[in-house]
């Protein structure tokens, strides 16, 4: 359905009708072959050679959630993509990371996008956190067909709740799957099993915003050291982590600046210590 209104100068009758507060559900109804969950696929034999996205990490504490990704994005055993952007917000209080097929999954975070801005505009509010995580869930449960074809898509959301004030994080799984972490931290990914083992012997409840943010992209160096799908620091390229921070007054990414000079004392430290504890990296 297409909104053209070049010779009649009224939107088509579907735009005008009082309905779901959900944008999914408004194309279910008026364009159902829009929705990537009822595109016809060809058989196939194998699986398909896309690029992927990979790592991506959150953390908690106390005034909200931090989530970070790497800039790489792999085919195979090639690199497709040294600075693709993995991180981005949902709304005003929530960011959604991917990992898994690079095209399907931005096109699923945009499509989340214009649902959340949808359902806000048709019901003057937001949803709540935890709303949105369900939200979020469905999309990638209408991906399943795509998923078993080697088309997977797997998220990680976070945001800050207004309603208990504090930051969450919600996981998924390919079947749209969903949990909350309520370790503090969270990762996903092809370089998720290091990411997470970092995250483990560094993370403190107490964690100051600035700490939480050097947390997030040591998990990341941490798993480039042993995923080669994972991305770390490209000093020379100019290229760093895309890293964002949510709390009561907002999403908000942080610089190139930012971000480099994080990444930068972290590989200063580990010149210093290449072999010592990684808590001194805190």
């Known amino acids: 359905m297409e909104a053209n ?3 009649t100068g009224r939107l088509p009758a579907a735009f005008l ?5 959900s944008f999914m559900d408004f194309l279910s109804d008026h364009a159902p072959a829009m929705l990537p969950g009822n595109r016809n696929l060809p058989p196939l034999k194998g699986a398909v050679e896309a ?3 990979t790592t991506i990490v959150a953390a908690s504490f106390p005034g909200g959630v931090v989530l970070a990704g790497d800039r790489r994005a792999t085919m195979g055993n090639m690199i497709a993509q040294r600075d693709i952007e993995k991180v981005f917000p949902a709304d005003e209080y929530s960011a959604v990371g991917i990992a898994g097929t690079a095209g399907l999954a931005v096109e699923m975070v945009k499509l989340f996008q214009l649902e959340l801005e ?5 019901e003057g509010a937001q949803l709540s956190l935890e709303g949105k995580a369900n939200r979020l ?6 991906n399943l067909a795509m998923a078993m074809q080697g088309l997977a898509v797997v998220p990680l959301f976070a945001g800050y709740d207004v309603d208990k004030g504090r930051g969450r994080i919600f996981s998924y799984d390919v079947t749209g799957g969903r949990s909350e972490e309520h370790a503090g931290y ?3 990914g ?6 997470r083992g970092s995250m483990k012997k560094l993370y403190r409840e107490d964690l100051t915003e600035s700490q939480a943010l050097t947390l997030v992209v040591q998990a990341l160096y941490d798993a480039a050291d042993d995923d080669s799908a994972t991305g770390g620091p490209d000093v020379a390229r100019r290229i760093y982590p895309i890293v964002t921070v949510i709390t009561d007054e907002g999403f908000r990414r942080l ?10 004392e972290i590989l200063e430290r580990r010149l210093e210590h290449p072999d010592g504890p990684r808590a001194a990296l805190l």
């Open 51 to 53: 690029p992927h996205g």
């Open 17 to 21: 009708t009082p309905g779901s507060s």
């Open 137 to 142: 869930s469905t999309m990638i449960r209408g």
């Open 255 to 264: 610089s190139d600046g930012e971000s480099s000079e994080i990444a930068r």
């Open 5 to 7: 209104t070049r010779h």
């Open 190 to 195: 092809s370089g998720s099993l290091f990411a």
């Open 186 to 188: 969270a990762s996903t």
């Open 118 to 122: 949808h359902f806000e505009k048709v």
